[in-house]
């Protein structure tokens, strides 16, 4: 009885937010109820912590990107388990309850939240053997058929988004990887216009999701 989901995940700059809005616009006129979210980066729980941590126990550094926060190395399996308990009710909420009346849209998804998090703590590709990021992977897995990937090469991505390319350049090769491990359906928009790249959306989504 759910109303379809589409996920879209990539870089900064690859034109998720284009494809999710114009996606939007097209279903609306068909007669869909259509709302668009987003998952990325740290949620409820694990936001909490990481502003006691950083705010309370001044552990800042360069970890997490944006939040100045380190991660102490003994925490951070700990912490993976954290990320993934506070993603669990905006899957619940997003995916499940919204599409009682709604066609979901999700510019950004379970593969944004991971590669966010690995490429924002000690360890990078070391992380990927934490039995803490089995449980990411069995999500992903679990909605690869509704994902979408968006990618451009690095140059392309870098001169769209200036002032994201510290985290274009440490997420690309980990997006790279997770879409040729999960085969998900890819549109290079460096090689395509935007009409041009949302005509081959169209024609992705008229395969089974």
């Known amino acids: 009885m759910l109303k379809p989901l589409v996920l879209f995940t990539g870089p900064d700059g690859a034109g998720k937010t284009t494809m999710a809005l114009m996606l939007k616009k097209y279903l609306e006129r068909k ?81 944004d939240v991971l590669v966010w998090l690995i490429s924002g703590i000690e360890g990078g590709f070391s992380s990927l053997k934490s039995s803490g990021i089995k449980l990411y992977l069995a999500l992903i897995g679990k909605y690869s058929r509704r994902t979408i990937y968006m990618t451009a090469d690095l140059r392309t991505l870098r001169n769209r988004k200036p002032d994201e390319e510290f985290l274009i350049y440490s997420m690309l090769s980990y997006y790279n990887v997770l879409a040729k491990v999960f085969l998900l359906k890819t549109i290079n928009t460096a090689s395509s216009s935007t009409i041009a790249s949302f005509k081959i959306l169209l024609e992705l989504l008229k395969e089974p999701l």
């Not at 668009?36 to 909490?48: D, E, K």
């Not at 912490?79 to 009682?100: D, H, Q």
Request: charged share 20%.
């Open 31 to 111: 007669g869909y109820k259509v709302k668009v979210v987003r998952i990325r980066g740290t949620h409820t729980f694990a936001y909490i912590l990481m502003l006691f941590l950083r705010d309370v126990l001044n552990l800042r550094g360069t970890d997490l990107h944006y939040y100045n926060v380190r991660i102490p190395r003994k925490l951070v399996p700990l912490w993976i388990y954290i990320e993934f308990i506070s993603l669990i009710p905006l899957i619940f909420g997003y995916y499940y309850v919204l599409r009682v009346m709604y066609f979901v849209i999700s510019e950004r998804s379970i593969i």
